[in-house]
């Protein structure tokens, strides 16, 4: 049975019902769940919860918004979220993925993929910073240490530049999370960074070109961005 608190942040009843009924039978008892965004922001800042399942399209105020106040705010800032969306609202998970939300899941979700994604944003929430440079990655055959700024493929070493470095340490960090292209480019370079979307596809091109095979880990989210294949770190 898992303690973890979650708050669940959806306007649809029988959408809400199924999330709190499936994340009870997956041992996730203390559930939360609110009907709009005001009662859902007000209850956030309250009960500080360790993860928010939130839908953009709310009444009162929509997700972006509860989304952005949660962001600002020092106590609600470092709560994960996974946002709740329709498939059509591909720039809203743009906008949400770029105000800090953690990851998204479309409707209608499956029920196990939507656990799994919990589970995995709980596991990263309760890792060491990763202000610990020294703390190697081993993601599959593939070995990356941050320190000596070195990338090992099966044991040979891959020589890449700077920027694909950075990349590649990103996204191996958080397996599975979404980057947008200007997400990358403000963590890599800094939000004044004179360079354009197109010159990230570049390097994930050649950052998959060099890791040969491997390089299918790192996968196109069409239309949003980058992530690393979560299933590669149990491979």
Same mark, same amino acid.
């Given at each position: 049975?898992?303690?973890?608190?979650?708050?669940?942040?959806?306007?649809?009843?029988?959408?809400?019902?199924?999330?709190?009924?499936?994340?009870?039978?997956?041992?996730?008892?203390?559930?939360?769940?609110?009907?709009?965004?005001?009662?859902?922001?007000?209850?956030?800042?309250?009960?500080?919860?360790?993860?928010?399942?939130?839908?953009?399209?709310?009444?009162?105020?929509?997700?972006?918004?509860?989304? &952005? /106040?949660?962001? +600002?705010?020092? #106590? $609600? *800032?470092?709560?994960?979220? !996974?946002?709740?969306?329709?498939?059509?609202?591909?720039?809203?998970?743009?906008?949400?993925?770029?105000?800090?939300?953690?990851?998204?899941?479309?409707?209608?979700?499956?029920?196990?993929?939507?656990?799994?994604?919990?589970?995995?944003?709980? &596991? /990263?929430?309760? +890792?060491?910073? #990763? $202000? *610990?440079?020294?703390?190697? !990655?081993?993601?599959?055959?593939?070995?990356?240490?941050?320190?000596?700024?070195?990338?090992?493929?099966?044991?040979?070493?891959?020589?890449?530049?700077?920027?694909?470095?950075?990349?590649?340490?990103?996204?191996?960090?958080?397996?599975?999370?979404?980057?947008?292209?200007?997400?990358?480019?403000?963590?890599?370079?800094?939000?004044?960074?004179?360079?354009?979307?197109?010159?990230?596809?570049?390097?994930?091109?050649?950052?998959?070109?060099?890791?040969?095979?491997?390089?299918?880990?790192?996968?196109?989210?069409?239309?949003?961005?980058?992530?690393?294949?979560?299933?590669?770190?149990?491979?």
């Amino acid at each position: 049975m898992s303690h973890e608190k979650i708050l669940v942040i959806e306007d649809e009843s029988p959408i809400r019902d199924l999330i709190q009924m499936n994340l009870n039978m997956n041992g996730f008892t203390n559930v939360e769940t609110m009907p709009d965004g005001e009662t859902g922001l007000k209850k956030a800042q309250e009960w500080l919860p360790d993860l928010i399942l939130l839908d953009l399209m709310l009444p009162e105020m929509d997700g972006l918004t509860v989304c &952005r /106040r949660l962001m +600002e705010a020092q #106590e $609600t *800032a470092k709560i994960p979220i !996974i946002m709740l969306t329709a498939k059509s609202e591909e720039s809203d998970i743009v906008l949400g993925l770029e105000m800090g939300a953690s990851d998204y899941v479309t409707k209608p979700f499956s029920n196990k993929i939507l656990i799994s994604r919990i589970r995995a944003q709980l &596991r /990263r929430n309760a +890792e060491p910073s #990763e $202000t *610990a440079p020294s703390r190697n !990655i081993q993601r599959g055959m593939l070995t990356i240490f941050p320190l000596e700024r070195k990338v090992l493929l099966e044991k040979q070493l891959i020589e890449l530049t700077y920027s694909e470095f950075e990349i590649l340490l990103m996204l191996a960090r958080h397996p599975g999370r979404v980057y947008t292209r200007w997400q990358i480019i403000s963590q890599i370079k800094g939000d004044d960074y004179p360079v354009t979307e197109r010159s990230v596809d570049v390097q994930i091109l050649n950052l998959r070109r060099k890791l040969n095979d491997w390089g299918a880990n790192i996968e196109t989210v069409r239309g949003i961005g980058y992530r690393m294949n979560e299933d590669v770190v149990n491979s």
